[in-house]
């Protein structure tokens, strides 16, 4: 594509073409259309805890209740009947509410009015207070799901039937979520489909102290097209929703996303269309250069019009932050009349280091509290504008986590900065395209516009980038840094190297997407495997090194064992040094009788472990065993021989911790799990763990080996117990399926993750395949739902909640495990692991924001978010993505391998490994192998299980080797 390449005044850096084809380059497979005539509905949906948009807490988990604020568009008609009013049985469990007084009959309607309620429970007397029942009075108990019945003479009861929230009533992708945009561990901020800047963690934000930013509606985007030989001109705010009347909105944004990507379009009356890309740094097998606080704004203009035209990209950022307010207590309360006034006050009194602006007037504090959300208020900190000889940087003079400053960066073209009130700022920008270069320090906004000449037929790219600089990281009161005050400076440094770096760094995005996005894969599944990289949002890597990631922002704790074995694939492949400081943390704090402990810091739903990495958790049979894999994952993939010899010791007393704790016929003995809610660990064994532990038994063996200790044949025989009690105890021969536990005939989805762990490590098989097959045929049908598998089915006694919900490692695994086996056909196996994928693509429309557990088709909000935010599990589609090439890659023996399950079509599969990533195609007879990424060498390359002599034995980024059939 023909680009002009235009000098630029302040920044000295010209981006031509290829910067706009390096845009043009990336991928979006997913499409969302938002307007400024749709409307949104915000409304309470069932969840047993979610991660909420608005956080009201600060050192405290981001998680809802009961029920959780949902966007919807357009207002939702929820038909309901309230059915029967029953008698003699209690629901116990479940609770959402209360309500005081009135009948049963009127319990039955308050349960149909609140959307959330899905049965009640009415006590004329209630026993003992509860909620905002008292004791004595008539109380009704509204529940969010339907617990088992329990025979009780004196209370009335009763279920209510409402019409499914129909997927209409969906938002468009980019609503609801968007890939976060910021440097990996570094802090981020999300673009959404309307255009608003939301979710804002790039101040040190973390459970563990202030909460994330909501929507800055005032931090916004304009462009601007004029024509050169006419008065015309057009300028807009790209958002759809503008909150300040003095601005226009677009009429709509079409959105996209790809992690670290967002893209946004929209067109000028005159024929111009309009990108704006938001990106930043990800880059295989470098932390350190992905670790980067700053995100590139990128307006990309193209001009269709037979005409020149002067073309201008804005950004407004605000000094200060919208429904926020700090948590502290003001020395003094003065009148003012706005946050822009309350800020100048703060600044020009020496005693204030923080303010709270509200309908009380301006609350200024001498101490710097942490701010979570508090609708109508807005707060900042004492900080001064500083202009820049190619931008402009809001400096925040105070201490602790707050201390540190933005800036942004221009170019591409001519720019100009400015501060004040907003809508003197964008007045400027609408009148001229520019500003006017006049900076006041205490300004309420700060701006910024890049301008440029556009000559008909051609294009331009007019850069912003927005750097951040925040360097006093802090887990509660400890201040433990940011990895990346080692190399950047402060937010000027930041942004001026991505802006210097643009083209490199999209070429980075580029080579970890196009593997994938470019593959043969259903779309669906590129779209999820990349989406999957916004996981990376709650991680942390603080100044020492140490890498540390939450369970999830709604459940707090840290670095849990089990999970991060559930959504460490693309972690270990792009970012292997992070997997690698997670297994040196949890070898430290191994307990003396060799368990690894689950996680290193505790909680879910409450308060913050101030323990930090003290070990702690639950009696496991998927950490230990999980620990063992993961060194064998870095012997076979990584070649890091080293670092496994060291560790291996630890791994060793795992092992034996695992055969000593394994006395029902070899099998592991009431352990609890990574599903815990459903209580595996009341029975004395079951067929997760035990299939968790024989595949640690064959990792461990192989681990012996390698290292020279004769104790291999013990791990080997301890596994082939373990397999001998999983035929006699747990296989059902009528159900032609093994049962979940000892003591019932339950089926459970996902009984078999550790066989997904050992084919994709190369153990190959470790159970009976030809009733792993029947299994799977029996899990298909009797847990068989649209968006998945029910987690469990065929239970008789001890039910639990969410036993019909989706847990979602179970469909990719599914998947996986009928393509490793060759069960079934590959569209079999896909259709299985495309249910709830497609539902978040094409059904709820919440794409970066995959739940841990989906709601199943029984509901009124069937496949809808359910229990915990932004999770891991479904991260398991990278084994599917593995088993799809039947890659089987072991660096340290020199053998590359793949069996891919298509055998007859021409294909063009993804292939990663730690720090490495590349395709495996075929055309025809004619097989290559690609390297975009990283470095691979091989002394035997085998394919559907013949070996074949390639010209080359090794490749390194950007070469390819062929091979004929």
Same mark, same amino acid.
């Given at each position: 594509?023909?680009?002009?390449?235009?000098?630029?005044?302040?920044?000295?850096? $010209?981006?031509?073409?290829?910067?706009?084809?390096?845009?043009?380059?990336?991928?979006?497979? +997913?499409?969302?259309?938002?307007?400024?005539?749709?409307?949104?509905?915000?409304?309470?949906?069932?969840?047993?805890?979610?991660?909420?948009?608005?956080?009201?807490?600060?050192?405290?988990?981001?998680?809802?209740?009961?029920?959780?604020?949902? #966007?919807?568009?357009?207002?939702?008609?929820?038909?309901?009947?309230?059915?029967?009013?029953?008698?003699?049985?209690?629901?116990?469990?479940?609770?959402?509410?209360?309500?005081?007084?009135?009948?049963?009959?009127?319990?039955?309607?308050? $349960?149909?009015?609140?959307?959330?309620?899905?049965?009640?429970?009415?006590?004329?007397?209630?026993?003992?207070?509860?909620?905002?029942?008292?004791?004595?009075?008539?109380?009704?108990?509204?529940?969010?799901?339907?617990? *088992?019945?329990?025979?009780?003479?004196?209370?009335?009861?009763?279920?209510?039937?409402?019409?499914?929230?129909?997927?209409?009533?969906?938002?468009?992708?980019?609503?609801?979520?968007?890939?976060?945009?910021?440097?990996?561990?570094?802090?981020?901020?999300?673009?959404?489909?309307?255009?608003?800047?939301?979710?804002?963690?790039?101040?040190?934000?973390?459970?563990?102290?202030?909460?994330?930013?909501?929507?800055?509606?005032?931090?916004?985007?304009?462009?601007?097209?004029?024509?050169?030989?006419?008065?015309?001109?057009?300028?807009?705010?790209?958002?759809? &929703?503008?909150?300040?009347?003095?601005?226009?909105?677009?009429?709509?944004?079409?959105?996209?996303?790809?992690?670290?990507?967002?893209?946004?379009?929209?067109?000028?009356?005159?024929?111009?269309?309009?990108?704006?890309?938001?990106?930043?740094?990800?880059?295989?097998?470098?932390?350190?250069?992905?670790?980067?606080?700053?995100?590139?704004?990128?307006?990309?203009?193209?001009?269709?019009?037979?005409?020149?035209?002067?073309?201008?990209?804005?950004?407004?950022?605000?000094?200060?932050?919208?429904?926020?307010?700090?948590?502290?207590?003001?020395?003094?309360?003065? *009148?003012?009349?706005?946050?822009?006034?309350?800020?100048?006050?703060?600044?020009?009194?020496?005693? $204030?280091?923080?303010?709270?602006?509200? *309908?009380?007037?301006?609350?200024?504090?001498?101490?710097?509290?942490?701010?979570?959300?508090?609708?109508?208020?807005?707060?900042?900190?004492?900080?001064?504008?500083?202009?820049?000889?190619?931008?402009?940087?809001? +400096? @925040?003079?105070?201490?602790?986590?707050?201390?540190?400053?933005?800036?942004?960066?221009?170019?591409?073209?001519?720019?100009?900065?400015?501060?004040?009130?907003?809508?003197?700022?964008?007045?400027?920008?609408?009148?001229?395209?520019?500003?006017?270069?006049?900076?006041?320090?205490?300004?309420?906004?700060?701006?910024?516009?890049?301008?440029?000449?556009?000559?008909?037929?051609?294009?331009?790219?007019?850069?912003?980038?927005?750097?951040?600089?925040?360097?006093?990281?802090?887990?509660?009161?400890?201040?433990?840094?940011?990895?990346?005050? @080692?190399?950047?400076?402060?937010?000027?440094?930041?942004?001026?190297?991505?802006?210097?770096?643009?083209?490199?760094?999209?070429?980075?995005?580029?080579?970890?997407?196009?593997? #994938?996005?470019?593959?043969?894969?259903?779309?669906?599944?590129?779209?999820?495997?990349?989406?999957?990289?916004?996981?990376?949002?709650?991680?942390?890597?603080? &100044?020492?090194?140490?890498?540390?990631?939450?369970?999830?922002?709604?459940?707090?704790?840290?670095?849990?064992?089990?999970?991060?074995?559930?959504?460490?694939?693309?972690?270990?492949?792009?970012?292997?040094?992070?997997?690698?400081?997670?297994?040196?943390?949890?070898?430290?704090?191994?307990?003396?009788?060799?368990?690894?402990?689950?996680?290193?810091?505790?909680?879910?739903?409450?308060?913050?472990?101030?323990?930090?990495? &003290?070990?702690?958790?639950?009696?496991?049979?998927?950490?230990?065993?999980?620990?063992?894999?993961?060194?064998?994952?870095?012997?076979?993939?990584?070649?890091?021989?080293?670092?496994?010899?060291?560790?291996?010791?630890?791994?060793?007393?795992?092992?034996?911790?695992?055969?000593?704790?394994?006395?029902?016929?070899?099998?592991?003995?009431?352990?609890?799990?990574?599903?815990?809610?459903?209580?595996?660990?009341?029975?004395?064994?079951?067929?997760?763990?035990?299939?968790?532990?024989?595949?640690?038994?064959?990792?461990?063996?192989?681990?012996? @080996?390698?290292?020279?200790?004769?104790?291999?044949?013990?791990?080997?025989?301890?596994?082939?117990?373990?397999?001998?009690?999983?035929?006699?105890?747990?296989?059902?021969?009528?159900?032609?399926?093994?049962?979940?536990?000892?003591?019932?005939?339950?089926?459970?989805?996902?009984?078999?993750?550790?066989?997904?762990?050992?084919?994709?490590?190369?153990?190959?098989?470790?159970?009976?395949?030809?009733?792993?097959?029947?299994?799977?045929?029996?899990?298909?049908?009797?847990?068989?739902?649209?968006?998945?598998?029910?987690?469990?089915?065929?239970?008789?006694?001890?039910?639990?909640?969410?036993?019909?919900?989706?847990?979602?490692?179970?469909?990719?695994?599914?998947?996986?495990?009928?393509?490793?086996?060759?069960?079934?056909?590959?569209?079999?196996?896909?259709?299985?692991?495309?249910?709830?994928?497609?539902?978040?693509?094409?059904?709820?429309?919440?794409?970066?924001?995959?739940?841990?557990?989906?709601?199943?088709?029984?509901?009124?909000?069937?496949?809808?978010?359910?229990?915990?935010? &932004?999770?891991?599990?479904?991260?398991?589609?990278?084994?599917?993505?593995?088993?799809?090439?039947?890659?089987?890659?072991?660096?340290?023996?020199?053998?590359?391998?793949?069996?891919?399950?298509?055998?007859?079509?021409?294909?063009?599969?993804?292939?990663?490994?730690?720090?490495?990533?590349?395709?495996?195609?075929?055309?025809?007879?004619?097989?290559?192998?690609?390297?975009?990424?990283?470095?691979?060498?091989?002394?035997?390359?085998?394919?559907?299980?013949?070996?074949?002599?390639?010209?080359?034995?090794?490749?390194?980024?950007?070469?390819?080797?062929?091979?004929?059939?």
């Amino acid at each position: 594509m023909k680009c002009v390449c235009l000098a630029l005044l302040m920044a000295g850096v $010209c981006q031509a073409s290829p910067l706009s084809d390096a845009l043009n380059d990336l991928t979006f497979l +997913n499409k969302g259309v938002w307007t400024n005539k749709d409307t949104i509905t915000v409304m309470e949906q069932p969840s047993l805890y979610l991660e909420p948009e608005n956080i009201t807490t600060t050192d405290y988990a981001w998680a809802s209740g009961s029920s959780t604020p949902t #966007v919807f568009s357009g207002p939702v008609d929820m038909e309901c009947n309230p059915g029967p009013v029953q008698q003699g049985y209690d629901l116990p469990g479940a609770d959402s509410k209360q309500v005081v007084g009135g009948t049963a009959a009127q319990c039955a309607q308050s $349960c149909c009015t609140d959307h959330t309620c899905a049965a009640w429970v009415f006590d004329v007397k209630a026993p003992t207070s509860y909620g905002s029942c008292k004791a004595g009075e008539p109380c009704c108990y509204m529940k969010n799901s339907v617990p *088992a019945k329990k025979a009780n003479a004196g209370l009335s009861y009763g279920m209510v039937t409402r019409l499914p929230v129909p997927d209409s009533a969906a938002p468009p992708v980019g609503i609801r979520s968007a890939p976060p945009l910021g440097g990996l561990a570094a802090g981020t901020i999300e673009m959404r489909g309307d255009g608003t800047l939301t979710a804002w963690t790039t101040e040190n934000n973390s459970p563990a102290g202030s909460a994330k930013l909501s929507k800055q509606k005032k931090a916004a985007f304009g462009a601007s097209v004029r024509a050169l030989d006419s008065t015309w001109s057009w300028t807009r705010l790209l958002q759809t &929703h503008p909150s300040d009347s003095f601005t226009t909105g677009v009429e709509s944004l079409t959105f996209g996303g790809s992690p670290p990507v967002t893209r946004l379009q929209t067109k000028s009356p005159e024929n111009v269309d309009i990108s704006l890309f938001g990106y930043s740094r990800m880059a295989s097998g470098n932390m350190t250069r992905s670790h980067h606080p700053a995100i590139a704004f990128s307006m990309m203009f193209k001009n269709n019009a037979p005409n020149k035209m002067n073309v201008a990209a804005f950004f407004n950022l605000p000094a200060f932050a919208e429904n926020t307010q700090r948590h502290g207590k003001a020395y003094n309360t003065t *009148a003012a009349e706005s946050s822009e006034m309350c800020r100048k006050l703060c600044n020009i009194d020496p005693k $204030c280091m923080t303010w709270n602006y509200g *309908a009380s007037g301006c609350a200024m504090q001498s101490d710097v509290p942490l701010y979570a959300f508090e609708d109508g208020t807005s707060s900042g900190a004492r900080g001064s504008w500083i202009q820049r000889t190619n931008g402009i940087t809001i +400096n @925040k003079e105070v201490v602790g986590p707050t201390a540190g400053n933005y800036t942004l960066v221009g170019t591409g073209g001519v720019v100009t900065v400015g501060t004040g009130d907003f809508q003197g700022l964008w007045t400027q920008f609408e009148q001229t395209g520019k500003l006017s270069n006049m900076v006041d320090p205490n300004g309420g906004h700060g701006a910024m516009a890049v301008n440029a000449d556009v000559a008909a037929g051609e294009t331009v790219v007019l850069t912003i980038v927005l750097g951040y600089y925040y360097p006093n990281h802090n887990y509660l009161s400890q201040m433990l840094g940011n990895q990346y005050t @080692k190399y950047i400076t402060d937010s000027r440094d930041a942004a001026t190297i991505l802006a210097n770096d643009l083209v490199p760094t999209l070429k980075d995005i580029s080579a970890i997407h196009d593997p #994938v996005l470019k593959s043969t894969l259903p779309v669906w599944m590129r779209d999820t495997l990349i989406g999957t990289l916004h996981h990376v949002r709650s991680a942390m890597w603080f &100044h020492d090194g140490r890498w540390r990631q939450w369970e999830a922002y709604d459940c707090v704790n840290m670095d849990s064992v089990h999970n991060d074995g559930e959504r460490h694939i693309p972690y270990i492949m792009l970012f292997p040094e992070s997997t690698k400081s997670k297994i040196v943390a949890w070898g430290k704090v191994q307990l003396k009788n060799g368990m690894i402990q689950e996680q290193l810091a505790c909680g879910c739903m409450g308060g913050i472990d101030a323990g930090f990495e &003290h070990g702690c958790g639950r009696v496991m049979s998927d950490v230990s065993t999980m620990y063992i894999i993961y060194l064998l994952e870095l012997l076979k993939w990584n070649n890091d021989v080293a670092f496994v010899k060291e560790w291996y010791p630890i791994a060793k007393k795992a092992a034996e911790w695992q055969i000593a704790v394994s006395t029902v016929s070899g099998m592991p003995y009431k352990l609890q799990t990574t599903y815990d809610i459903l209580g595996l660990n009341r029975y004395d064994a079951a067929t997760y763990s035990t299939v968790f532990h024989i595949a640690a038994m064959r990792a461990m063996a192989e681990l012996a @080996k390698f290292m020279g200790d004769s104790d291999a044949a013990k791990y080997t025989a301890a596994g082939d117990a373990a397999r001998q009690g999983l035929d006699s105890m747990m296989w059902d021969e009528d159900l032609g399926a093994y049962i979940a536990y000892t003591g019932g005939r339950a089926i459970m989805s996902d009984s078999f993750y550790g066989q997904v762990l050992a084919h994709s490590v190369g153990l190959g098989d470790i159970v009976d395949t030809t009733r792993l097959g029947r299994h799977l045929d029996t899990e298909g049908k009797m847990n068989y739902d649209p968006f998945g598998l029910k987690i469990l089915t065929n239970r008789t006694t001890g039910n639990s909640v969410t036993e019909n919900d989706i847990w979602l490692m179970a469909p990719a695994d599914h998947g996986a495990l009928r393509l490793a086996i060759n069960h079934g056909t590959v569209e079999e196996a896909l259709e299985v692991v495309s249910r709830p994928y497609l539902r978040f693509t094409q059904g709820i429309n919440d794409v970066w924001n995959a739940c841990g557990i989906m709601r199943g088709n029984y509901t009124a909000f069937p496949g809808s978010n359910y229990i915990t935010s &932004h999770y891991g599990y479904y991260m398991t589609i990278w084994h599917t993505m593995l088993r799809m090439s039947g890659q089987n890659i072991d660096r340290h023996a020199g053998v590359v391998s793949f069996s891919p399950a298509d055998t007859t079509d021409d294909f063009v599969l993804p292939v990663f490994l730690p720090s490495l990533v590349g395709s495996l195609s075929r055309s025809g007879s004619v097989m290559k192998l690609c390297i975009t990424t990283g470095d691979l060498q091989w002394t035997t390359l085998n394919l559907w299980g013949k070996t074949y002599n390639t010209a080359a034995k090794s490749l390194s980024g950007g070469s390819c080797v062929n091979w004929t059939l």
